[in-house]
T-cell receptor
């Protein structure tokens, strides 16, 4: 299995500011993803975090708003830029273990934008 | 395009009843994976099962069972003798390249 640590677990932010969420995995994994779960909704894939190169973004998500870094196989960050109340969500990091095919999720970062 | 449909938004049952959560998917991939996740009120996502597209055998794990039918593009999940602790939102997901989630079914098991 994989143990995923996300920081911060929750935060309250002011409109117009930016917040960076960190994701640390206890083992080297090939694939890391960032998801968003808006209140009462399902999970929506934001992007695939690629090690050493630019992330691959899904439709509706852009690098300027959600810059992602992945400097190595165990760590990634997601920044939510120029936040508005509509960005209030839970942001989840996930990793795929190829050996078992299981996709593990961090506990999420609950973001509230005032 | 890939799509996962969980038509049941909410289900409410009484403890000890059996309940089936439906999942229908669309994909053009010949190789893909199907998942079920549980999200209890505490919020964490709990992995339940992963099934690849070439394995249509039904699977049973304790009170949980899964029925995969490629002919109808369905991957349904049954909980036998439900318990209050089963109350959660259950997500079905499809992975071709990326993992796509259904909208979830909120299961409420009342004592």
């Amino acid at each position: 299995s994989a143990v995923i640590s996300q920081k911060p677990s929750r935060d309250i932010c002011q409109r117009g500011t930016s917040l960076t969420i960190q994701c640390q995995v206890d083992s080297q994994v090939t694939m890391m993803f960032w998801y968003r779960q808006q209140p009462g909704q399902s999970l929506t894939l934001i992007a695939t975090a690629n090690q050493g190169s630019e992330a691959t973004y899904e439709s509706g998500f852009v690098i300027d708003k959600f810059p992602i870094s992945r400097p190595n196989l165990t760590f990634s960050t997601l920044t939510v830029s120029n936040m508005s109340p509509e960005d209030s969500s839970i942001y989840l990091c996930s990793v795929l273990l190829w050996e078992t095919g299981e996709l593990f999720f961090g506990e999420g970062s609950r973001l509230t934008v005032l | 395009a890939q799509k996962v449909t969980q038509a049941q938004t909410e289900i409410s049952v009484v403890e000890k009843e059996d309940v089936t959560l439906d999942c229908v998917y669309e994909t053009r991939d010949t190789t893909y994976y199907l998942f079920w996740y549980k999200q209890p009120p505490s919020g964490e996502l709990v992995f339940l099962i992963r099934r690849n597209s070439f394995d249509e055998q039904n699977e049973i794990s304790g009170r949980y069972s899964w029925n995969f039918q490629k002919s109808t593009s369905s991957f349904n999940f049954t909980i036998t003798a439900s318990q209050v602790v089963d109350s959660a939102v259950y997500f079905c997901a499809l992975q071709g390249g990326k993992l796509i989630f259904g909208q979830g079914t909120e299961l409420s098991v009342k004592p």
